[in-house]
T-cell receptor, first 116, second 111 residues
Framework: GAVVSQHPSWVICKSGTSVKIECRSL??????MFWYRQFPKQSLMLMAT???????TYEQGVEKDKFLINHASLTLSTLTVTSAHPEDSSFYIC???WGRGIETQYFGPGTRLLVL | DAKTTQPPSMDCAEGRAANLPCNHS???????VYWYRQIHSQGPQYIIH???NNETNEMASLIITEDRKSSTLILPHATLRDTAVYYC????????????FGTGTRLQVTL
């Protein structure tokens, strides 16, 4: 139980293009999902908290107009990196919250983005 | 959320128990201790969590001191597949509560 998937697992794109990453909770419904970013040899950094049916909450320093988050259903959240640049190259990981009483975050396998 | 301190790295022989310590001396009464691990190039994997009692599941055991200022994750019989970065995180209960990842402990299991 509590399986989270991401698609695609990796993507290469040209500078200036937009990339959409999907995060799905496969066997549970998630009111809240989270998006993280991880640069090489660094730890995970929370980018934003995504709530179904409402606007995402972004962490300080994360540009909401560049990283568009949509959480239109209880099993799907999407992250769109708009006008991607080489510095956006990173490992993007989502998590979905599940549990009764004590919510636990379960993570997807991650999406590796390379912007050329 | 309370901050945690972990050793940067540890080694463990395959088949032996791996004991990973975590210090969380500023933990609050409503904060749980969570453990995750991240195998190279994968998303973090949930291992176990606890409040004040010791916990055990099919993956590991979590021992929390009586004053809750520290805890130890125990992998009873480490295998090469347990080589990963292990994160100890304290987190308040409730929906949409954030996880703040530190630098973790890099566990290397060797033959």
């Amino acid at each position: 139980g509590a399986v989270v998937s991401q698609h695609p697992s990796w993507v290469i794109c040209k500078s200036g293009t937009s990339v959409k990453i999907e995060c799905r909770s496969l066997d549970f419904q998630a009111t809240t999902m989270f998006w993280y970013r991880q640069f090489p040899k660094q730890s995970l950094m929370l980018m934003a908290t995504s709530n179904e049916g409402s606007k995402a909450t972004y962490e300080q320093g994360v540009e909401k107009d560049k990283f568009l988050i949509n959480h239109a259903s209880l099993t799907l959240s999407t992250l769109t990196v708009t006008s991607a640049h080489p510095e956006d190259s990173s490992f993007y990981i989502c998590s979905a919250e599940w549990g009764r009483g004590i919510e636990t975050q379960y993570f997807g396998p991650g999406t590796r983005l390379l912007v050329l | 959320d309370a901050k945690t301190t972990q050793p940067p790295s540890m080694d463990c022989a395959e088949g032996r128990a791996a004991n990973l310590p975590c210090n969380h001396s500023t933990i609050s009464g409503n904060e749980y201790v969570y453990w995750y691990r991240q195998i190279h190039s994968q998303g973090p994997q949930y291992i176990i969590h606890g409040l004040k009692n010791n916990e055990t599941n099919e993956m590991a055991s979590l021992i929390i001191t009586e004053d809750r200022k520290s805890s130890t994750l125990i992998l009873p019989h480490a295998t090469l597949r347990d080589t990963a970065v292990y994160y100890c995180i304290v987190r308040v209960t409730g929906t949409a509560s954030k996880l703040t990842f530190g630098t973790g402990t890099r566990l290397q299991v060797t033959l």
